[in-house]
């Protein structure tokens, strides 16, 4: 009964690096999605995905690249990262169609720190 | 856009009290509704949620919320807070079948004192 999983949980990075984060669903669902979470803005939506082989951007997109070459497997890259890309990140899931979209299964969040 | 909005940024309430945290939103025809709450360290677990009918919701851990369309509100309701109660609540307006527009709010933080 796992859920959403999220790795790392915590990184550190310095500017410039790249790296990925890694989230796994195991509830069959068709929509996934990556949010950062910053201090007084809620959660903003990065990237997410309908299905495999899809993914649109969401509200914060720049700098970030996505993939989901498996429909279990949704994907963050970040290509260089810079100290604004400092943040909680989460993945989410949900069941396609209707209201089910919107109900979303989050992960327990990855926490990234851009030196 | 749609857009939600929690004006509470911090509440502090005595255990065995009552509480209601304010959401309001804002979009153009009727929208779905949800509440989350973010335990420390933890991803967000869905309180409860609005999609159509009956404007008061039932929700896990004894929450309610309540749906009023001509104040574009959704606020949540406890009427006896419990210690575990303790922390971040969010607020989050969908528009009917759209998967990627789930906007939040910025989040309220609760405090429960002994």
């Known amino acids: 009964n796992a859920g959403v999983t999220q790795t790392p949980k915590f990184r550190v990075l310095k500017t410039g690096q790249s790296m990925t984060l890694l989230c796994a669903q195991d509830?069959?669902?068709?929509?996934m999605y990556w949010y950062r979470q910053d201090p007084g803005m809620g959660l903003r939506l990065i990237h997410y995905?309908?299905?495999?082989?899809?993914?649109a951007k969401g509200e914060v997109p720049d700098g970030y690249n996505v993939s989901r070459l498996k429909k279990q497997n949704f994907l963050l890259g970040l290509e260089s990262a810079a100290p604004s890309q400092t943040s909680v990140y989460f993945c989410?899931?949900?069941?396609?169609?209707?209201?089910?979209?919107?109900?979303?299964?989050f992960g327990a969040g990855s926490r990234l720190t851009v030196l | 856009a749609q857009s939600v909005t929690q004006p509470d940024i911090h509440i502090t309430v005595s255990e065995g009290a009552s509480l209601e945290l304010r959401c309001n939103y804002s979009?153009?025809?009727?929208?779905?509704l949800f509440w989350y709450v973010q335990s420390p360290g933890q991803g967000l677990q869905l309180l409860l949620k609005?999609?159509?009918?009956?404007?008061l919701v039932q929700g896990i851990k004894g929450f309610e919320a309540e749906f009023k369309r001509s104040q574009s509100s959704f606020n949540l309701r406890k009427p006896s807070v419990h210690w575990s109660d303790a922390a971040e609540y969010f607020c989050?307006?969908?528009?009917?079948?759209?998967?990627?527009?789930?906007?939040f709010g910025s989040g309220t933080q609760l405090t429960v004192l002994p």
């Open positions: 979009y153009g025809a009727t929208p779905y």
């Open positions: 989050a307006v969908a528009g009917v079948g759209s998967a990627r527009q789930l906007t």
């Open positions: 995905s309908v299905g495999e082989g899809t993914t």
């Open positions: 609005y999609f159509s009918g009956d404007t």
């Open positions: 509830m069959n669902h068709e929509y």
């Open positions: 989410a899931s949900s069941y396609s169609g209707g209201g089910g979209a919107n109900v979303l299964t």
